[in-house]
């Protein structure tokens, strides 16, 4: 074990100080865990029952909580679902959007300028977009 020096204080101890209480460890619920593993798949009862080796009653037991599977079933689990067996007890991670959010104001595009057309390329700041963003105005020619 460690001694941090008073100057330098540890995470843990800058998050007590800051009244920052880390949160309680929920416990996991496997039979609705893996009954949700299970329908992400698209997979039936009987289909998941017959990948995995269990019997249907088996596998509908541990899902609705009537029944604590031993190792044995919980490695045919995870084989079945293609996972490994810590996955079983890993919660879901929280469904969230992970966009990027670009603000390009009027006239602080980038100006590709043509002899017909002048496009004002927006959202510069995004790398990896799947599309390119662009204002285009349309030049009116007269002859």
């Known amino acids: 074990m460690t001694d941090t020096p008073p100057h330098e204080p540890s995470l843990i101890r800058l998050a007590r100080e800051r009244g920052h209480a ?4 929920q416990p996991l619920d496997l039979g609705a865990r893996v009954r949700s593993l299970r329908k992400a798949r ?25 029944m604590s599977p031993t190792f044995e079933a919980l490695k045919k689990l995870a084989i ?16 969230r959007v992970s966009g990027r959010m670009a603000v390009t104001r009027g006239g602080e595009g980038e100006a590709h300028p043509t002899a017909t057309y002048e496009h004002e390329l927006l959202a510069g700041a995004l790398t990896k ?10 030049r009116a020619q007269f002859r």
Do not use: H
């Open 22 to 25: 880390a949160p309680d460890p």
């Open 42 to 66: 698209g997979l039936t009862l009987e289909q998941a029952a017959t990948q995995a080796g269990l019997a249907r009653s088996t596998r509908s037991k541990i899902e609705n909580g009537q």
């Open 80 to 95: 079945g679902l293609d996972i490994s067996v810590p996955q079983l007890f890993t919660p879901p991670k929280d469904a």
């Open 129 to 138: 977009k799947a599309m390119l963003p662009c204002r285009a105005r349309v």
